[in-house]
């Protein structure tokens, strides 16, 4: 039987489009890996959670483009005006705070810079962005978390404090945790960030909404999988594992092939690719889930769980069993509820 995931390096709240496995007989489920920074009352201090938010939000247009790097926003304001602004677009090019820093000019100069990760003191593919901030003579840095990366781990910010310049740290600092928690996990464990997500009928099916399209068909000695949601252009990013040899369409997918395909190969074969999460998606429940997601709980390979519940009732064979489950019961953490165009999504962590 072969089965097989298709992993894309996006971190984002979408749902993943692309991406299937399927066996010789039924498709069974589609894994897509997203592959992908940043408290306070008061006037000041209500100013200061705003421009937060702010960087926060210019982050975010980055999203599922910077893997392995966090996502970084960056704002430059000087007497309660914002004169710059800045995100990290992606791995390789300048920093937010380098862009921010551009785009304010001289009016950087004596101005608070608000950063959702601490800035980074070391030469990478870019100069650090402590030397960047300090050239251009802010007179502040707000920080909204320190980077868990060990080569950055509070440097940037005694570098700043060394060189004159005042730093707050800590400002949104849970809203600038979620942001990159899938960064923040991999630096400290090694590993994807993985991410559960189902989506059920109000009946509890779990409906096929993901890869809709998708179909793969036995040709020679290998099977053909065609994933008519992934573009060409997009093709080179994403991987299908697999555990049989499979060819893809579109051509340029890598195509990586598992003995067993279980969660922790996974987790390892997308941190050594860079990649910071992963999102398993169910399209259908079944037996090989079961084997596929053996350890989920007691290895704690997953970190969320999101389930997506649809205002229908859908026809059924027979009872329907949702295969990711474990010997313990608990309940799960920070749950969020959220109204998703009409669909209701609950969100929360192991
Ligand atoms: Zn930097």
């Given at each position: 039987m072969a089965s097989s995931l298709v992993s894309r390096p996006h971190l984002t709240q979408r749902p993943v489009r692309a991406a299937t496995l399927a066996s010789a007989t039924r498709p069974r489920l589609v894994a897509g890996a997203l592959g992908g920074?940043?408290?306070?009352?008061?006037?000041?201090?209500l100013d200061d959670a705003h421009y937060m938010r702010r960087c926060v939000e210019l982050a975010r247009k980055a999203a599922g483009h910077t893997s392995p790097n966090p996502m970084v926003g960056c704002v430059i304001v000087r007497d309660g005006r914002v004169v710059g602004e800045g995100f990290h677009p992606k791995a390789g090019q300048p920093h937010a705070e380098v862009f921010a820093l551009r785009d304010a000019g001289n009016l950087a100069e004596n101005a608070t810079a608000?950063?959702?990760?601490?800035p980074c003191n070391h030469y990478g593919r870019t100069p650090p962005c402590t030397e960047a901030l300090i050239n251009?003579?802010?007179?502040?840095?707000v920080v909204g978390m320190t980077d868990p990366n060990p080569i950055v781990a509070s440097k940037g910010?005694?570098?700043?404090?060394?060189?004159?310049?005042?730093?707050?740290?800590?400002?949104?600092?849970?809203?600038?945790r979620k942001l990159n928690e899938a960064y923040i996990h991999r630096m400290l464990t090694g590993k994807?960030?993985?991410?559960?997500?189902?989506?059920?009928?109000?009946?509890?099916?779990?409906?096929?909404q993901i890869g809709k399209g998708a179909d793969q068909s036995a040709q020679g000695e290998s099977s053909r999988l065609h994933i008519p949601s992934l573009s060409q252009e997009h093709a080179s990013r994403a991987i299908v594992l697999a555990d049989s040899p499979v060819t893809v369409e579109p051509a340029g997918v890598e195509v990586a092939v598992f003995r067993q395909i279980d969660l922790e190969s996974i987790l390892q074969l997308l941190a050594q690719r860079g990649l910071c999460s992963v999102l398993v998606d169910f399209r259908e429940a079944g037996e090989s889930f079961a084997s596929l997601l053996n350890d989920f709980q007691e290895d704690k390979l997953v970190q969320k769980v999101v389930v997506e519940v649809l205002p229908f009732w859908l026809a059924s064979d027979g009872l329907s069993n949702l295969a990711f489950g474990g010997s313990q019961s608990f309940p799960l953490k920070?749950?969020?509820?959220?109204?998703?165009?009409?669909?209701?999504?609950?969100?929360?962590?192991?």
């Open positions: 920074r940043c408290q306070a009352q008061a006037a000041g201090d608000y950063v959702s990760l601490e251009a003579k802010v007179k502040e840095v910010i005694e570098k700043l404090q060394g060189a004159g310049i005042s730093v707050r740290v800590g400002v949104e600092e849970a809203l600038c994807a960030f993985a991410t559960l997500r189902a989506t059920l009928s109000m009946n509890g099916i779990i409906t096929n920070n749950l969020e509820l959220r109204d998703v165009n009409g669909s209701v999504l609950l969100e929360g962590y192991v």
